[in-house]
């Protein structure tokens, strides 16, 4: 047993017992169960609504109704684990048991031939109640009205009746309340910025009053002709400045309208029509950083009009980076219009005049992009230069018996990088045999073989040599753009089963979190690789091999770590795994501290990264909205790292204090001390 568990967990259990063949039994009547309950409000039934089952381990879903006494029954269920949503008349939604949100549900499970009783308890609720009403105090009748959890955890739904009044249950927390008035959504007190909005406490049995006034608002109008002043009709018309968004259309005369456009400044105008080859933004430009901005005053009218740009043609051709050969099929795009090609060259006879960026596809190649400056009455050619992709032809077989093995998916992720992929790609054929592409580009790689259709099989590091859960010993391939790699044959093992309980550092068992072998992508949350911490804690892995395997702990409210209590993967405790055996390991999470990065970016949005600095682990994330935000997340203390961030509207990726993750600044993390960090985000 290592030091870290001995440590940190006395009561830990950490052993392997080989599976033992039970007697067997005699056939379930059916091969599905029962879900059957009731919801109640004290010892009343709670008649009126929905109640949902959700897959959580099948993929299967069904909705029935509570009858006058609350009562529900689903039947012919899959056997499997499910979340149960209840949907009460004029109250909030919530889960089993008395939860409000997704993540913290607990996990029901249905056996074969039984029957499982899920009664539950309306949560506690309050009241919001109030009026919203237009400039001159009358009230505005039918708005959709929304109050959301400052975190999210809980919502509720009305409109205002005809007077404008409204009232609302929700669950007891801290709310913002919105109303969505067509073109744009307005939140109380008077601001179209969720994050300047009032935050109301709602408590159970109370209520509480939110009226709000309209916000002030102007109108913008103008004509859309081309160069003789005859009008351009159908046009897509979109006035934003950020914090609103319109869209209408120019009609037979060319003209447009938006009223109640919000009060402020930097506005801008598109004008837009694939079909028309039209594409542009007020006055007269391609480029949107160039486009003028306009104001609008409370009950004034802002009249913008513009004159369709002249066009020229582009005629597009690619070639492979290495041999100069021509690649006959890609897909290309410039602004607005897309188009693909089987011979080698496509033409885009009608784009705006001015400088455009181009995007293109092609099968086993990767383009960096090119732009083209498109002259009125002129066609501009243009050579795509692309990279070919590296790829691997990987042999896969049954380790004991060497025989080809079907259903393995195998994932290239890079050293100093290793964090899963959204999902598992193709899989090995009938005779063990795929090939795959290196989508990541040139670099240092180390593969994971996924038996996603192999049952039976445990997952591994791909060694020069056999399976390992160990990265340290997995081989590494240098690629380069354009390399074929052929790795050693992958020897399958059989797999064996990790069951354990996982507690919070207070000694609370958890319930929402996932165990993993590797990171999840940032801010996509996907779900391949992790295995889900259910009921009271516990959680099940059954698709690694008969390696020992540090496991990485990821909890909502806790900080990101490997078994043992480390931030450092090569420090993790290991978990050895017996092939057709259970190996028990319980976990009490460490501590972290907290870590706050604020932002003094204004206008920033979008993910900043912590990264392990020697790993290059991912072992913190925010989601950053605005300057001055002072987001919180737990970390392990004693780490140092780097910061990498992600900015909206797909800027791609960036480091603070450098140009990639090797020369990105370093901070330290305190092991007993929290750390603040404001952060320079482009």
């Known amino acids: 047993m290592s030091r870290s568990i001995l440590r940190r967990f006395g009561a830990l259990l950490l052993g392997a017992s080989l599976a033992v063949s039970g007697l067997a039994t005699p056939a379930q009547a059916a091969d599905t169960g029962t879900v059957t309950g009731r919801l109640t409000d004290g010892e009343a039934g709670v008649a009126g609504g929905s109640v949902s089952i959700y897959g959580d381990s099948v993929s299967y879903q069904d909705t029935t109704w509570l009858d006058s006494v609350g009562n529900y029954t689903f039947e012919a269920v899959p056997p499997g684990t499910y979340r149960v949503n209840f949907r009460p008349e004029n109250r909030p939604a919530q889960y089993a048991y008395g939860k409000t949100d997704w993540p913290s549900a607990n996990l029901i499970t249905v056996t074969a031939g ?57 669950a007891p927390g801290s709310y913002r309340v919105r109303f969505d008035l067509g073109q744009f959504s307005q939140y109380a007190n008077g601001t179209l910025d969720r994050d300047a909005a009032a935050v109301f406490t709602v408590t159970a049995g109370g209520t509480v009053t939110v009226n709000d006034t309209l916000i002030a608002t102007g109108s913008m109008t103008g004509r859309f002709t081309d160069a003789s002043g005859a009008a351009v009709p159908w046009v897509d018309v979109n006035v934003t400045n950020g914090d609103y968004f319109g869209t209408a259309q120019t009609d037979e005369d060319g003209r447009y309208r938006f009223d109640q456009v919000p009060v402020g400044s930097g506005y801008t105008v598109e004008f837009a029509n694939v079909g028309q080859s039209v594409h542009q933004y007020a006055y007269g430009t391609v480029n949107p950083a160039a486009a003028a901005r306009f104001a609008v005053a409370e009950g004034q009218t802002v009249t913008v009009d513009d004159q369709r740009l002249p066009t020229g043609s582009v005629r597009l051709t690619a070639v492979d980076a290495r041999t100069g050969a021509a690649i006959q099929n890609f897909t290309s795009g410039i602004d607005l219009d897309a188009r693909d090609t089987e011979n080698g060259e496509v033409v885009y006879p009608a784009i705006p005049v001015g400088t455009h960026e181009i995007w293109a596809l092609a099968g086993g190649y990767s383009f960096d992009g090119a732009s083209v400056t498109v002259v009125a009455g002129e066609q501009a050619e243009v050579r795509l230069v692309m990279e070919p992709r590296a790829r691997f032809t990987a042999t896969v077989v049954d380790a004991a018996t060497g025989e080809p093995l079907p259903g393995v998916c195998i994932v290239p992720v890079r050293v100093q990088e290793v964090r899963m ?121 059954d698709k690694l091999g008969p390696y020992e395997w540090p496991l990485l702990y990821e909890v909502y409210g806790q900080a990101t770590q490997w078994s043992g209590g480390e931030a450092d993967r090569d420090r993790a405790d290991r978990v050895k795994v017996v092939a057709g055996g259970t190996t028990t390991y319980d976990y009490r999470l460490e501590a972290g501290v907290t870590v706050t990065v604020t932002s003094t970016t204004a206008g920033f949005s979008g993910y900043v990264v912590a990264r392990h600095a020697d790993t290059g682990d991912i072992v913190g994330t925010w989601s950053i909205v605005g300057p001055n935000a002072g987001v919180t997340e737990q970390l392990i203390g004693g780490q140092r790292i780097r910061f990498e961030y992600y900015a909206g509207g797909g800027t791609g990726r960036q480091f603070v204090g450098g140009e990639d993750f090797a020369s990105a600044s370093e901070f330290k993390i305190h092991r007993h001390k929290d750390s603040s960090f404001e952060l320079t985000l482009a």
């Open 421 to 541: 992929p959204e999902g598992c790609g193709e899989v090995t054929d009938a005779n063990g045999r795929l090939t795959e592409m290196f989508w990541l580009g040139a670099g240092t790689y180390q593969l994971l073989a996924w038996p996603r259709e192999a049952d039976g099989y445990g997952a591994q590091w791909v060694g020069s040599a056999g399976g390992t859960g160990d990265l340290r010993r997995a081989q590494r391939f240098v690629v380069e753009s354009g390399d074929v790699v052929t790795p050693p044959v992958i020897k399958m093992d059989r797999a064996g089963v990790i069951t354990g309980q996982a507690f919070g550092p207070d000694g609370v068992a958890l319930g929402r979190g996932a165990v993993r072998v590797a990171g999840e992508p940032v801010g996509l949350g996907g779900g391949f690789g992790a295995f889900p911490i259910g009921i009271d804690g516990r959680y099940r892995i």
């Open 114 to 170: 039984g029957t499982t009783v899920v009664n539950d308890e309306v949560l506690p609720v309050g009241t919001i109640t109030g009026r919203l009403v237009d400039r001159a105090g009358a009230g505005v009748p039918w708005a959709p009205v929304s109050v959301e959890a400052v975190d999210y955890s809980s919502y509720g739904y009305t409109s205002t009746d005809w007077n404008g009044e409204f009232t609302v249950q929700t």
